[in-house]
């Protein structure tokens, strides 16, 4: 063992110290009105230390540990195997995906409400990262405020609902047209902007909209928010028990059902599957046709992509139109689902959350992006005991990911193109 | 074809490029030759758009083009390469012959989404054109493999099909023998000539290696300093004083 390796383990071991006792060590006691500080308990403090120790040990046979881990037997016994063959892998791959798609479509029928409800949510998510995937994933350019078209969808539904009573399925369109037009507006000052200031930026735009919409209390209600958005309706058919709008019929009258809430919990689902479904077709034809290429080219090398004629100003804005547009969509989706929206489900979270979910699953790879909605949505959920220590988890979860598998989950595969043999 | 008159640029107090001019015949290969430093890639670069030129005209075809933006002199037909090959690194061989041809496929998107059959001739042809080229510069084993894993003269050639896919009317070459093995020079040596011979395209490149410029050009201009110093043919060229001095040495 070196002797740098020793100090450092020390070093190592002081920070975990130096860290940990300050935060766990000392609880802050109210007796009457003021405040004092006092030690915590001698368990808190003896397992601060032994993490300490723990932290030394470990970095100090460090190289041993991690030597010995590599030589341990491949755990996953298809880790050796050939590549599949590509027409091969094509078929299973779209034979997998329409059992998937069927297997969700009957799903909800035998789940419980509440997973529904968690489903419908988790699809929101894909709808979302799906979108970002295409600005972030495809075109390379970092967006930290794409929350804001999700917003953008989600108000303009609630809004024109509330003013003009207009239906969701009206103001579905509306809102990801509307989404896309205020991705087109984003585009143009950030056409020149790469990178970190590009960042800087988009997260300043998805700040404004938030701040905006928790001011213009007038208009949106303000930190209030906007209630009684209405459901979805099936040709007409409302889900609630009594018809609130003239002219419509209910949908358990009309089959000669008994009323029952989790019909609406379903056809929201089953929306919110299909609006997924088409999402993801729609953006997977778009990365094979010039425009998605184009996207990509751009990301590589900019100056390449120009030199071919490409247009940077077209091949952008494009791409933060059609990103928000998917993000309006979800926006609409998240509003009728949840009855109820103000600024506070807009925060600069969410775009970390999404942008987390499509760094996790793999930039520019639709399969990994959706497989990581489903992880990033469900396992917070599962683990509601350690809710407090939620984004501890998720953000010990990202480093693990970056050493491991900083290509993510299920990295994009570039597609195989067969070429016909010239003469 | 292209005429460059009196073209000027200046970075600040420096003056890269100082009253150059040139011109392109069609059917012709020009060669820019001169020291390191002495302002030929900035003359590209003035003449691709990259750069705005502080002064001097540039006419391609009888339209003055200096100044314009770089993709639009480049959908005009005047397509170049780069110093330091510039391919799309994680997308494949036959990707980056398509992002190429993206005008070609211009298509709106909706076509392109519901695959209509339109879409889908277009589609196949600009596949057959990112084919035919690849097998002209012998990359056809390695269509589906990352541009960017491919070895050093694979990417010069690479880069060459991409700017033929768009089917230029003028290409500039920076430096395209960089880095290329004797052999490699040799087998470049003739796909430039066969571009000229039987693609009818115009060619003008900055290069080093003295082989092969006095080989392939029909013309060279020499460039010191910013200021061009003599221009002719090869033969010409060869037996300059002033070139000589300046750049080829006394042998």
């Given at each position: 063992m070196a002797a740098h390796n020793l100090k450092h383990a020390l070093f190592c071991a002081i920070v975990t110290l130096v860290i940990s006792y300050p935060i766990l060590g000392f609880n802050l006691e109210s007796q009457g009105t003021s405040v004092i500080l006092e030690g915590a308990k001698t368990s808190t403090v003896i397992g601060v230390l032994l993490a300490a120790v723990i932290v030394f040990l470990f970095q100090l046979f460090r190289d041993n540990v991690m030597g010995s881990l590599r030589q341990l037997?491949?755990?996953?016994?298809?880790?050796?195997?050939k590549p599949m063959e590509q027409s091969r892998r094509l078929k299973l791959e779209s034979a997998l995906l329409t059992l998937m798609v069927i297997g969700a479509l009957i799903w909800p029928f035998i789940a419980s409400r509440g997973a529904v409800d968690l489903a419908t949510l988790v699809l929101i998510y894909i709808m979302l990262a799906l979108g970002l995937n295409v600005v972030v994933?495809?075109?390379?350019l970092l967006d930290l405020g794409y929350v804001a078209f999700y917003a953008v969808g989600a108000y303009t539904f609630a809004l024109l609902s509330q003013?003009?009573?207009?239906?969701f399925w009206f103001a579905l369109p509306i809102g990801a047209l509307l989404a896309a037009l205020f991705g087109l507006v984003l585009g143009f000052p950030v056409l020149r902007l790469r990178g970190d200031y590009l960042a800087i930026v988009t997260l300043g735009f998805g700040e404004i909209i938030r701040i905006l919409l928790n001011n213009m209390t007038s208009l949106t209600?303000?930190?209030n928010g906007i209630g009684g958005i209405p459901d979805p309706t099936l040709f007409g058919m409302e889900?609630?028990?009594?018809?609130?709008?003239?002219g419509n019929t209910s949908f358990h009258e009309t089959f000669g059902i008994a009323y029952s809430s989790e019909h609406k919990v379903i056809f929201l689902y089953l929306i919110a599957l299909v609006l997924a479904v088409i999402t993801a077709i729609a953006i997977r034809r778009l990365m094979r046709m010039p425009v998605g290429r184009a996207w990509e080219a751009l990301r590589e090398d900019e100056i390449a992509a120009k030199s071919l004629g490409l247009s940077r100003t077209a091949v952008k804005l494009s791409a933060f139109t059609i990103g928000a547009f998917f993000a309006g969509f979800a926006g609409t989706v998240f509003a009728s689902k949840q009855g109820f929206i103000s600024?506070?489900?807009?925060?600069?979270l969410e775009s970390a959350i999404i942008l987390a979910i499509v760094v996790l699953g793999g930039m520019g790879s639709q399969m990994g992006v959706i497989l990581a909605a489903i992880a990033v949505t469900i396992l917070p959920e599962l683990a509601r005991e350690f809710s407090e220590y939620r984004m501890l988890i998720f953000g010990a979860a990202m480093v693990l990911m970056m050493v491991w598998r900083p290509q993510g989950l299920m990295p994009m595969r570039r597609i195989h193109i067969e070429l016909k043999p010239q003469e | 074809m292209l005429e460059v008159q009196n073209l000027s640029m200046r970075f600040g107090g420096l003056l890269?490029?100082?009253?150059v001019s040139l011109d392109v015949q069609e059917h012709e290969i020009v060669a820019i030759i001169g020291p390191n430093g002495a302002g030929k890639t900035t003359v590209f670069n003035c003449m691709s758009g990259f750069y705005k030129p502080t002064g001097g005209k540039i006419l391609f075809e009888g339209r003055e083009i200096q100044g314009k933006p770089d993709y639009k002199i480049s959908r005009l037909g005047l397509v170049r390469t780069f110093q330091h090959v510039r391919l799309f690194?994680?997308?494949t061989v036959v990707e980056n012959l398509l992002v190429a041809q993206h005008r070609h496929l211009n298509t709106n998107l909706l076509s392109g989404i519901l695959k209509t059959p339109n879409y889908r001739e277009r589609e196949q042809k600009s596949l057959d054109r990112a084919a035919y080229w690849l097998n002209r510069v012998g990359l056809m084993d390695m269509a589906?493999?990352?541009?960017?894993?491919?070895?050093y003269g694979q990417q010069r050639r690479l880069e060459i099909a991409r700017c033929m896919v768009t089917e230029p009317k003028l290409l500039m070459l920076d430096e395209?023998?960089?880095?290329?093995n004797p052999a490699e020079t040799k087998d470049l040596n003739q796909l430039i000539i066969s571009l000229k011979e039987d693609y009818n395209v115009s060619v003008v490149l900055i290069e080093h290696d003295m082989s092969l410029v006095m080989d392939i050009s029909d013309r060279i201009n020499v460039i010191n300093q910013g200021r061009p110093l003599a221009s002719g043919t090869p033969d010409e060229i060869r037996r300059n004083d002033d070139v000589i001095k300046a750049y080829l040495g006394e042998a």
């Open positions: 037997p491949a755990v996953n016994p298809l880790a050796n195997r994933g495809l075109a390379g003013y003009y009573g207009v239906s209600g303000g930190p889900f609630g028990r009594r018809v609130k709008e003239e600024p506070e489900s807009f925060v600069f | 890269a490029v100082d009253q690194g994680r997308m589906n493999r990352e541009a960017g894993n491919l070895a395209p023998a960089a880095g290329l």
